[in-house]
């Protein structure tokens, strides 16, 4: 997340949220690159609430979360913990992944690289994960593409109620390219029936598929394929969501 402070309240009607992100076709993302999953070591970085982390580890990996905001982790500890499953948390930037060759897979789902907000940054976390991969490990991740940052998020706003949350997000550029200011203001209805409102602030940047490729590249990763969308079909130029299949 962007800071520590992201996703304080949004943390609690975050999986309410996430309800249309098809996490299953991630698992079987992973599934196929690394020839199976169980007995894998698994770093899922950015995980959020864990809704990921436990699905690989349902499937029989040893999953190692890591996020950003402790409200996040405190949720994903607890529904680990609720399944009885064993998946280590950790709270650190994911540029600041670091340690010895022990994962065999890493995975950055769900646009969570967007919220770091420079190359250098990027290029940090890539070499981080290089670090910690063992010889042949992938690495998998989905990214905005700039049509997304630079057209659909600009054709705000948006608004979202399903009867128990409301919100409306209002998008702008950011300062740097391809960038965009999110402000959120969330409406969560109480068992009084009254809504407590709580506000948001999100920043997220992409680059250029030929962008990311660089940046692979200088960290030691080979690509393996690139595609859009959940389809096994390359980027387009109206594409919303790139994906990385990378190996050490």
């Known amino acids: ?93 994911m540029q600041e992944i670091e340690g010895s060759e022990q994962f065999d897979v890493a995975v950055i789902a769900i646009d969570s690289l967007n919220y770091l907000p420079d190359r250098e940054s990027v290029l940090a976390t890539f070499n981080g994960i290089h670090s910690v991969l063992k010889k042949g490990g992938v690495l998998i991740f989905d990214v905005h593409s700039i049509f997304k940052t630079d057209v659909i998020f600009m054709d705000g706003p948006f608004t979202f109620d399903n009867d128990r949350i409301a919100y409306i997000w209002h998008t702008e550029e950011g300062d740097e390219e391809h960038s965009v200011l999110s402000e959120l203001s969330f409406f969560v209805k109480e068992e009084s029936g009254l809504y407590r409102r709580f506000d948001e602030r999100h920043q997220q940047r992409t680059f250029h598929v030929f962008e990311y490729v660089d940046l692979l590249r200088e960290a030691g990763f080979t690509i393996e394929r690139i595609f859009a969308d959940w389809e096994d079909e390359p980027p387009h130029e109206e594409s919303e969501r790139i994906f990385y299949q990378v190996r050490k």
């Open 1 to 93: 997340m962007s800071n520590k402070e992201a996703y304080t309240d949004f943390a609690l009607v975050y999986d309410e949220l996430m309800t249309d992100i098809p996490y299953e076709a991630y698992v079987d993302l992973i599934s196929i690159a690394a020839d199976g999953i169980k007995g894998k070591k698994i770093i899922d970085v950015g995980c959020g609430t864990g809704l990921l982390s436990v699905k690989l580890a349902k499937s029989g990996a040893f999953v190692t979360g890591i996020d950003l905001s402790k409200n996040m982790l405190s949720i994903a500890e607890k529904r680990s913990n609720d399944l009885s499953l064993n998946i280590e948390f950790q709270e650190k930037p």
